[in-house]
């Protein structure tokens, strides 16, 4: 069946096809690389995403991707280093890295960015998120809630102050939670905040997926990659900053000699695919997670036309085109 859909948004890659965008060498030329071969995904706009980092790293990476002049770079997506310290709901990022919540440091990275810092993952309970939240969400950056181990009243305070998000809900938190209340209870049932995915069969059992998009509703769920350089490559080591990472054959990311995760291969039209194989939606429901729904959460409209053969059977999205002359 072939299919006409809009340009497909990712508001967190952390690499694609060799490219890690947090990697010490980063060049304009790589970043340049990585959009293009995401196109080929159908991906035409993203928020390349920066980890926790030293404010000397962060800001080396963040100067090359604000300097490039790429439509399909919509700003960046700063993952860090406000988020809780605790083993599990940090998941990946260095512990060294973690701080606390300050205007002066923020200020520092947007300048940095020149500006172009559009969305910001923090755990609330990080001293001086809350009014950090405040202070961005009046500068027009949207907060996401993530990696976190926040109480109830904690994460219900951080939505009071304007956070809209909950970043990849069902992962960056504790392993073992409480029956309730927990993290993922509270971010769920929170009706003013949309919900992120990683929908590649690893990070969410697709029983897992179907209860999710179920309860928080088609419209206020977000399709992402949380893609690394390991994405549209073959089996190996890879890099997402400073830790290492290795891809094995069956598509998962993970620390080496270790259970836990780091990020993902996941491609936007599999994204697409395995949450229609996995919730039962018709995948003209599907699409607007990975396109429109995103697009409109920062400000923007999707960029170009992608053309896609789909199995209805299979489950599997294709892409054969993108155009985006139009635009």
Request: glycine share 10%; charged share 15%.
């Amino acid at each position: 069946m072939r299919l006409t859909l809009p340009g497909f948004v990712d508001l967190q890659v952390n690499g694609f096809g060799g490219v890690d965008f947090n990697g010490a060498a980063l060049s304009a030329a790589e970043v340049e690389e990585a959009l293009d071969s995401m196109r080929t995904t159908g991906v035409t706009r993203c928020l390349p995403t920066l980890i926790t980092s030293s404010f000397a790293d962060f800001a080396a990476r963040a100067r090359v991707i604000a300097a490039i002049d790429h439509p399909a770079c919509a700003g960046i997506h700063m993952e860090g280093p406000y988020l809780s310290p605790e083993d599990g709901p940090r998941g990946a990022h260095p512990r060294r890295h973690i701080i606390a919540a300050t205007m002066e440091d923020f200020l520092r990275r947007q300048d940095a960015a020149a500006g172009r810092i559009r969305l910001v993952t923090l755990a609330p309970e990080v001293p001086g998120a809350l009014p950090l939240i405040e202070h961005l969400v009046h500068a027009g950056v949207r907060v996401a809630i993530g990696h976190t181990a926040a109480e109830p009243s904690t994460i219900a305070d951080a939505i009071a102050a304007g956070a809209t998000l909950a970043t990849h809900l069902g992962n960056g938190c504790a392993a073992v939670l409480p029956r309730h209340p927990n993290v993922i209870w509270e971010l769920l049932a929170a009706d003013g905040v949309l919900a992120s995915l990683i929908v590649d069969g690893h990070h969410l059992p697709p029983s897992t997926v179907k209860s999710l998009v179920r309860a928080k509703g088609a419209q206020r769920t977000v399709l992402i990659t949380d893609a690394i350089s390991a994405a549209g490559s073959s089996p190996g080591r890879f890099t997402l900053g400073d830790v290492d990472t290795e891809l094995s054959a069956d598509g998962r990311v993970s620390l080496p000699g270790t259970p836990y995760l780091a990020g993902s291969s996941l491609t936007m039209d599999q994204a697409i695919g395995n949450t229609v194989r996995f919730t039962g939606l018709p995948i003209d429901h599907v699409v607007p997670m990975a396109s429109s729904i995103p697009a409109a959460y920062i400000g923007i409209p999707p960029r170009g036309r992608v053309t896609a053969d789909w199995d209805p059977i299979a489950h599997r999205l294709d892409v054969t085109d993108v155009n985006t002359t139009d635009q």
